[in-house]
C-alpha cells in the first residue's frame, strides 16, 4: 500500500484547511486509517481515525469538533477536513493505513504503512 498525501500550507487562525490521503497498491488490505501530526520537538500525536469497514470515526480530544476525518471508498482517498485552525495546530501531519486493526486504533504502532507527511503551519 502507498500513501499519498496532498494540501497543507500557511493559514491564519480560525482559517481551514483539507488534507487528503490518497491509497494505491493494494487498498483491498486496509482495515482503518489515520491522521497523525507531530510539531518540532513533539512526538507524534494521534488526531483521528475512520475504519475502512463500517466508516466509525475516532478523534483526539484536542481536535473533536473542529477537525472531520471522512473518506471516498471510491477513490479509495481519506480527507481531513480541519475548522477553527489554531496556532497549536501547527504541525507536519501524516496519514496511515492498517492492515491489521479490527478496532480504532490511537496508536501508531497500529499503523504499518504511512504518507509522506504535509507541513500545516497556523499563524496568529
Known amino acids: 500500500v502507498q500513501l499519498e498525501q496532498s494540501g497543507g500550507g500557511l493559514v491564519q487562525t480560525g482559517d481551514s484547511l483539507r488534507l487528503s490521503c490518497a491509497a494505491s497498491?493494494?487498498?483491498?488490505?486496509?482495515?482503518?486509517m489515520a491522521w497523525f501530526r507531530q510539531a518540532p520537538g513533539k512526538e507524534r500525536e494521534f488526531v483521528a481515525a475512520?475504519?475502512?469497514?463500517?466508516?466509525?470515526?475516532i478523534y483526539a480530544d484536542s481536535v473533536k469538533g473542529r477537525f472531520t476525518v471522512f473518506r471516498d471508498g471510491v477513490k479509495h482517498t481519506m480527507y481531513l477536513e480541519t475548522n477553527s485552525l489554531e496556532p497549536e495546530d501547527t504541525a507536519v501531519y501524516y496519514c496511515a493505513a492498517s492492515s491489521t486493526i479490527v478496532a480504532l486504533s490511537n496508536t501508531t504502532s497500529d499503523y504499518d504503512h504511512w504518507g509522506q507527511g504535509t507541513q500545516v503551519t497556523v499563524s496568529s
Open positions: 497498491g493494494r487498498t483491498f488490505v486496509i482495515s482503518a
Open positions: 475512520i475504519s475502512w469497514l463500517n466508516y466509525r470515526t
